[in-house]
């Protein structure tokens, strides 16, 4: 019985970059949520971050994803066990003490929780060393960068389970199809739903055409097909317009729909991503620094000693409209925009100015005139206008920009773990 409870245990606490895995706690005994509360909280055990250590009492308080605090009371005989990130059993698990568990860390507290929720004595503590975890989740997000694509599904085949997906970018698009087989990890954004770890466990028929998709696996040499060990898709509402006011205390901003001209409320919790644009005086530089690379301290740079790749020709394994070139690039001499995204300083709430035009990314949620922002760019006019004036020129021609269009070339709704 025990085995199996531990077991169980490792499942709850396992995928560090996953904190859905976590969120979704299931009781070991019954194998059922919590009854009106917290997913993190079960009646045999909690998971959470420390907050506060108390040797002298010897208690934590840990925060749970959903902002619960629980106070963790730890006994003579309870069992300290550290276990590293990405680990499928507790083999490799060690034992530690008390002085060894630190703010920051993650653990499950496994015991019986009392009938409000809020303490529970702990006749076992599993740790994640909050060092080990950002680091496999720094790996991780490599590895998506590196093996993975972002794009727009465009077409379905629910015989064969496959989906097509347009992956665009400054120099164009490029349809690449992706086998959904039995062994692939699918998972979905949940609506209102802000961030890669909030995706759910889904199934094929659960994606719809226009749907963003995000998959981590290889290409095949020509380009045009991608064997995915893990996919996440979302259902995901792209806006940009001017910002007409600015509520810091509230994490709220109001802004005009570029497209429908209608007001629009954008909810900015802890966990979105904004980013600011640079000016059109300052785009020149981050371009070049993401086609050539700049040493490692360099937006988009490569390491000391690098050599400076050539750009692959389309087709070419990396290469081509869509597929990860050397720096950033895609084939064809653009940069893709994912990549440009990726690389703009992070900013916060306070840094918006009423006159800013922003692109927001939100899954769709219950109410069309509120927003909860996954990633919001802010000084959006140059992207825009980019954007617009690459899709209406015809070939070798130019066009009108419209900084209301574009938007379909922006694809920042799925984000990295």
């Avoid at 909690?46 to 749970?64: P, R």
Wanted: aromatic share 2%; proline share 7%.
């Amino acid at each position: 019985m025990k085995a199996v409870l531990l077991a169980i245990m490792l499942v709850l606490l396992l995928v560090p970059a996953d904190s859905s895995a976590l969120a979704q706690t299931t009781t070991p005994a019954t194998g059922a949520p919590a009854q009106g509360g917290d997913p993190s909280i079960t009646p045999n055990g909690a998971i959470g971050e420390v907050k506060v250590i108390d040797a002298t009492a010897k208690n934590l308080i840990i925060k749970t994803d959903a902002g619960s605090l629980v106070i963790v009371s730890l006994l003579d005989k309870t069992v300290f066990m550290r276990l590293a990130p990405g680990e499928k059993s507790l083999t490799n698990a060690s034992k530690i003490t008390f002085p060894e568990v630190g703010e920051g860390d993650r653990v499950w507290a496994r015991g019986k929780v009392a009938d409000d929720h809020k303490s529970v004595p702990a006749a076992a503590l599993i740790v994640m060393n909050k060092v080990d975890l950002a680091k496999k989740q720094e790996e991780e997000r490599a590895e998506w960068k590196k093996r993975g694509i972002v794009g727009i599904i465009t077409a379905l085949k629910p015989e064969t389970k496959e989906m097509t997906v347009s992956i665009r970018s400054l120099a164009g698009q490029q349809a690449i199809v992706v086998p959904v087989s039995e062994k692939v990890e699918m998972k979905r954004y949940a609506p209102d739903s802000i961030k890669f770890a909030d995706a759910k466990m889904a199934k094929f028929e659960e994606v719809k055409v226009g749907d963003q998709v995000r998959a981590l696996g290889d290409k095949s040499p020509d380009g045009t097909a991608f064997t995915a060990e893990k996919v996440v898709t979302g259902s995901f509402r792209m806006v940009s317009g001017v910002v007409t006011a600015v509520d810091a205390a509230t994490g709220e901003i109001k802004i005009n729909d570029s497209q429908t001209k209608q007001p629009l409320t954008i909810v900015v919790k802890q966990d979105a991503v904004l980013r600011r644009f640079p000016p059109a005086n300052e785009m020149m530089g981050l371009m070049m620094a993401m086609r050539g690379g700049q040493g490692a301290g360099a937006p988009g740079g490569q390491a000391p000693g690098q050599a400076t790749a050539k750009p692959q020709p389309a087709g070419a394994p990396g290469g081509g409209p869509g597929g990860p070139g050397p720096g950033g690039m895609r084939g064809g001499g653009g940069p893709n925009v994912q990549d440009m995204i990726e690389r703009l300083p992070v900013i916060g709430i306070a840094d918006m100015k009423v006159g800013d035009t922003i692109i927001v990314s939100s899954t769709k949620g219950a109410d069309p005139a509120r927003l909860t922002a996954i990633s919001l760019i802010s000084g959006a006019d140059t992207l825009l206008t980019m954007l617009a004036a690459r899709e209406a020129a015809p070939a070798g021609g130019r066009a009108a920009p419209n900084p209301a269009g574009g938007l379909g070339a922006v694809q920042f709704g799925i984000g990295l773990p």
